[in-house]
Structure formats: structure tokens, C-alpha cells
């Protein structure tokens, strides 16, 4: 009945995204089987005459020879008569059931969590793929009916059929269920080293679950991912990286890993607590992937379907982007650079999140930290160490906010200041005030142009004879996606992108303007990589007579103009021009004079 019944469903096996393997159940469930041992011997033996694997004489001869306990098939491989794989797809053939070659085969460690450790051990099953409805079960012995019968009820799944060799399915139970040893043995060194990892808080029973939040972390590393998206559906949980700005959907996982991913992610960070899932909770977890530190910032908050997760990726790298690598023009570096000399005052960058700001922030301390100057910085988080900096953490729940650390830091004598974010009059009021004490002064609002942060400032509470007088300098900025290298081609722009960009086809015919095609390099989209498109707008006396008088932000983005103000969109228009991006990124990501 069991085979009729598996039988009438081989039509559907070449659709299905799972095979899972199994053998008959071993009476000593933790003891490898290095001989395969077959329900029907001799019935086995006379498939293999029928076949044409073996001819009737080598039988007769190997029955006449056969001793030392050894069965018949036994006896036929050890003669070399046969071989375990001519053995699997005979019984394969007479199953009509598929072979599969189990050596070869990429398995998704999710896929093997579907069956308990102590399941796929007694019943020599490893887990390979699912869609959900049938599980594919290869097995090393079709011919044993009554042990797989009961798989079904054992797994609590609906299972279809294929055949594996012996000695296949004994080197996946041993990958996969004694991961422990070999990384003690020094043989499995693809794992990821969390600082605070113990050797012996990983179980054997969770090395899959290991291993999915490994490929996980590994893949979003290797496609230069700046986030991890971990989150619960109704029924399952999909997982989402952020490439180049633009969320891409990667994996779906089955509902029932969440709890155990979360958990690992928790383990890993060292500071979150696994049985508290009701309330949020922020840590990091330190990383090596190859000769590169990594960071990872993590935040879980409860939603309706369990617990999402998110992971910032801080690559350290980063720390080494000179201005040219943030997207600064030569002549915009040179006038950025003489800012960054000055001996006291504001810099402020400003830009929606997301837009690049901290890097800049930490590109231009990397510019200008000296042995000669002692640097402060103020964050919420610190996102990245740099080395000869002082840098505090921002702590609300103890007190320890922008303004007290503010306060504390003036005390300390530094020569510039870094502060995180100005979110209250408070701390831009300390801040203005340091900086007409002979301190530089770097932060960050969130406003959508340089102008507008003047009218902010104004709006939080700081008067505007301050603001004149401790503002020198706004950027804002914005990021947009580069032309892949590898496969870019010479293109033209339509005419909604020639109109947005307010360019004409004189001006156009004398540029190099590229578009995105696709290639392995870029997975397809064209684009690699960001660069910033930037709006400086520097603060000069008459500027500062504009904002004593409090005028609008329009008309002191009129003014700016007058002055030489480059506009974000202009600064893009540029970047188009030159090759560096497309047109479409650029309408995109500003706004023109009129919109």
C-alpha cells in the first residue's frame, strides 16, 4: 500500500525543491555504518544479475566464497564485483523511485532542521530540501517497507521517495550532526567567530541553526549588504538585505527556525537577553570574515508575528574613505578640505537617514586627527572605533545624554568636537557655545537642504546672532547609486530625465553619459556601489546679516544661489555627465528648483 502509494506520486518529483535521505533505523543509533546492510540480500543480489551489473557466475562465485559473517552484497563490493552507487540506482530503478547523488548536492541548512538530530540518526536521514507540502525522503533501502512506513508518522510529514548510497548518507549525518568534533579538529573553519562565542555553549543539536545565521551573515557580507532584515510573516520568515539602498528579498525560511534564529542572534551579541522577547533590545556583535573586522549594530522589536530583527553592517573599512571616495569633486574637496582647517565654529551635515552623514562625519575626523589635536566625540551609538579618538556613548537611562556628555567633554580640553545628532535647544546651544570658545565643532541635523538647517536651528530654540555667528559651513547630501565598472555602456537620457535635469542636447552631445546594463558583478541591476551627490553652503558676512535679519529659507537659498551655491540636483548633473551615474538615480534622489 505504502509503495502504490508513493509510487502514484513520482510525477511530481522532478517539481519539488526538497529531497530528504534516509536508511533503515540503526539499533545503535550514534554508531556510524561504514557496510551497508539490505532488507532482502538475495533478492538485491539477483536485481543486480537482471540489470546486467553482474554476471550470473560472479554470484555463483561470490556465494561460493562468502564467509566472515559478511552478506551477500557485502561480499559482492568488497570483491569490487560492484559498487554502492550501481547497488543505490538498481534499487532505485526497481523502486522507480529517482537516485540522487547526495556528494555533490547544495543543502540549505534550514531545510535540514526539518528532522530532529535523534530522527535523522536512527532513521539515517538528512534533510535536503522542502516546498512545503511533500518531503522527498531518499533512502539507502527502498526494499525495507515496514521501517519506512512509519517515517511518515515519525517525521509528521508527507514524504515522497528517493535513493541515496550508504556512504553518502553516512558523511551528512556526519557533517551535519557532528560539526562539534570537526571544528575541535580543526577541519571546519567556515563558521563565523562572535566575540563572547564559548566553545561550549554551541550544541551539536543547534550546528544547522549555526550554520543558516553563518550563510546568512557571509552572503549579506560577500554582496556588500548595509543591512539585515530578519523578519516574521504569518507563515514564515523572510529575510531581506539592503544592497546599494534598495531592500532585496533573499531567502524565505519555514515559521517555526524564528525562535532559534533569534535566539542565536542573541547569543551572539552577548548583551541581549533571550527570554525577554516582549520588549526591544539593541547589542552588536563583533565579527572576523576573513582579514576583515566587521560590526554588526542589531535591534530586535516585537511585531504581531514574532520578533523582528534588523543588523546594521559597519565595516571598518570605511574608515579609510578619503573625501574623493565619499563622491567630492576636486573643487568641492579643496573648498571642503579649507574647512576643515578652520579653528573654531559649526559644520554641520545634514540629509534624511540613510543619506551618508556619520561617514562623512568620520571620513573628515579621519582627514584632520593628528597627534597635535585632541579629538571628542559624542554618539548614540559609537558605530565605529577609531583609533587616537576619544568617544562616549550616549546613555538616556542613566542621565548620560548629549548635554551632560557635552558638558563633561568641554572639561576634558579638546581641540574638536564631534556630537552625534542636534535634537534639542540644549545640546545646540552647548554646541554653538564651544564653538565661540575656540572649539570646531562637526554634527548632524536632519534637514532636506543647507539652508534649511539655519531655520531649524531657529526652530529648536537657538537664537539667530548664535547661529550667525557659530554656523560656518552646511553640506547636505544625498546618496546615489554608481554605474557598475564592469558592464556600463554609452547611453542617452529620455526626454522626462532631460527636462528634470533642466540639460539640452548641446550639452549633453559633449558629456560621456553611461547606463546601467548588468552583469555577474552587480547581480544583474547595473549599479555597484554609492557615492554622495552634495550642497555646501558656506556662511559669509553677508549671509549672516541675511539670518540676523531673519530672513525665509527661500530667500536665503536665493541668495546662496547668487553666491555659488551648488545645488544637490546640480551636483548630480554633474556626476551624470561624467559617467559616474544615471540620470534616472539622480531625478530620483533630488529636487529640482521648481519641484
Not at 568620520?362 to 572605533?385: G, R, S
Not at 544661489?561 to 559617467?579: C, N
Amino acid at each position: 500500500m505504502w509503495q502504490v502509494d508513493t509510487l502514484a506520486r513520482l510525477d511530481q518529483l522532478e517539481h519539488l525543491p526538497i529531497i530528504l535521505v534516509v536508511s533503515p533505523p540503526n539499533p545503535q543509533s550514534h554508531t556510524q555504518q561504514s557496510i551497508p546492510v539490505f532488507t532482502n540480500e538475495d533478492y538485491l543480489a539477483e536485481l543486480l544479475v537482471e540489470g546486467g551489473i553482474i554476471e550470473a557466475e560472479q554470484l555463483k562465485s561470490a556465494r561460493a566464497s562468502l564467509s566472515g559473517g559478511l552478506t551477500i552484497v557485502q561480499h559482492l563490493i568488497n570483491r569490487s564485483d560492484v559498487t554502492e552507487t550501481q547497488v543505490a540506482e538498481t534499487l532505485a530503478s526497481n523502486a522507480g523511485i529517482p537516485f540522487v547523488d547526495l556528494a555533490g548536492f547544495h543543502f540549505d541548512p534550514a531545510v535540514i532542521l526539518t528532522v530532529s538530530e535523534d530522527t535523522a540518526r536512527r532513521y539515517r536521514v538528512i534533510p535536503v530540501t522542502d516546498d512545503g507540502l511533500y518531503l522527498t525522503v531518499a533512502v539507502a533501502d527502498p526494499l525495507d517497507f515496514e521501517t519506512l512506513d512509519s517515517l511518515p508518522h515519525v517525521i509528521g510529514r508527507e514524504l515522497n521517495l528517493a535513493c541515496a548510497t550508504h556512504s553518502d548518507i553516512n558523511q551528512q549525518l556526519m557533517q551535519f550532526y557532528k560539526v562539534a568534533e570537526k571544528r575541535q579538529e580543526g577541519k571546519d573553519d567556515s563558521f563565523l567567530v562572535a566575540t563572547g562565542d564559548s566553545e561550549a555553549g554551541v550544541e551539536t543539536n543547534d550546528a544547522p541553526i549555526i550554520r543558516l545565521v553563518q550563510q546568512t551573515l557571509t552572503e549579506a557580507f560577500r554582496l556588500r549588504a548595509s543591512d539585515i532584515h530578519i523578519e516574521p510573516l504569518e507563515t514564515s520568515v523572510r529575510i531581506r538585505y539592503r544592497l546599494d539602498g534598495k531592500l532585496v528579498h533573499v531567502d524565505t525560511h519555514p515559521k517555526k527556525l524564528l525562535p532559534a534564529i533569534v535566539a542565536r542572534l542573541k547569543v551572539m551579541s552577548g548583551s541581549m537577553s533571550i527570554a525577554e522577547k516582549r520588549l526591544p533590545q539593541d547589542g552588536r556583535i563583533q565579527l572576523k570574515m576573513g582579514d576583515k573586522e566587521v560590526d554588526l549594530r542589531v535591534s530586535s522589536v516585537p511585531s504581531n508575528h514574532g520578533e523582528s530583527i534588523v543588523m546594521r553592517i559597519l565595516d571598518k573599512t570605511a574608515l579609510l574613505l578619503g573625501l574623493p571616495e565619499l563622491g567630492f569633486f576636486s573643487d568641492d574637496q579643496a573648498e571642503f578640505e579649507t574647512l576643515l582647517k578652520l579653528p573654531d565654529g559649526i559644520l554641520l551635515v545634514t540629509g534624511p537617514t540613510g543619506s551618508g552623514k556619520t561617514t562623512t562625519l568620520y571620513a573628515c575626523l579621519n582627514v584632520i586627527n593628528k597627534p597635535d589635536k585632541k579629538i571628542i566625540t559624542v554618539e548614540d551609538p559609537v558605530e565605529y572605533e577609531l583609533p587616537g579618538i576619544n568617544q562616549v556613548m550616549v546613555k538616556s537611562e542613566i542621565g548620560m545624554t548629549f548635554a551632560a556628555a557635552l558638558r563633561a567633554m568641554l572639561r576634558q580640553a579638546p581641540n574638536i568636537i564631534m556630537i552625534g545628532e542636534i535634537r534639542d535647544a540644549e545640546t545646540a546651544n552647548i554646541a554653538i557655545n564651544a564653538s565661540l570658545t575656540g572649539h570646531l565643532v562637526f554634527s548632524t541635523l536632519h534637514t532636506n537642504d543647507a539652508p534649511s538647517a539655519i531655520a531649524r536651528l531657529a526652530d529648536i530654540g537657538v537664537k539667530p546672532f548664535l547661529i550667525a555667528s557659530a554656523v560656518r559651513s552646511v553640506l547636505a547630501q544625498r546618496l546615489v547609486r554608481k554605474l557598475c565598472p564592469a558592464c556600463k555602456t554609452p547611453a542617452g537620457l529620455n526626454d522626462k530625465e532631460m527636462r528634470a535635469l533642466n540639460l539640452d542636447a548641446a550639452r549633453v552631445a559633449q558629456a560621456s553619459i553611461f547606463g546601467p546594463v548588468g552583469c555577474t558583478k552587480c547581480r544583474g541591476n547595473g549599479y555597484r556601489g554609492r557615492m554622495g551627490i552634495f550642497e555646501l553652503f558656506n556662511i559669509d558676512d553677508e549671509v549672516r546679516g541675511m539670518i540676523n535679519g531673519s530672513l525665509t529659507t527661500s530667500q536665503l537659498r536665493r541668495r546662496a544661489r547668487e553666491l555659488g551655491m551648488r545645488t544637490l540636483r546640480e551636483d548630480g548633473i554633474r556626476k551624470v555627465l561624467s559617467g559616474l551615474t544615471s540620470g534616472s538615480e539622480v531625478v530620483h534622489a533630488t529636487m529640482g528648483d521648481f519641484d
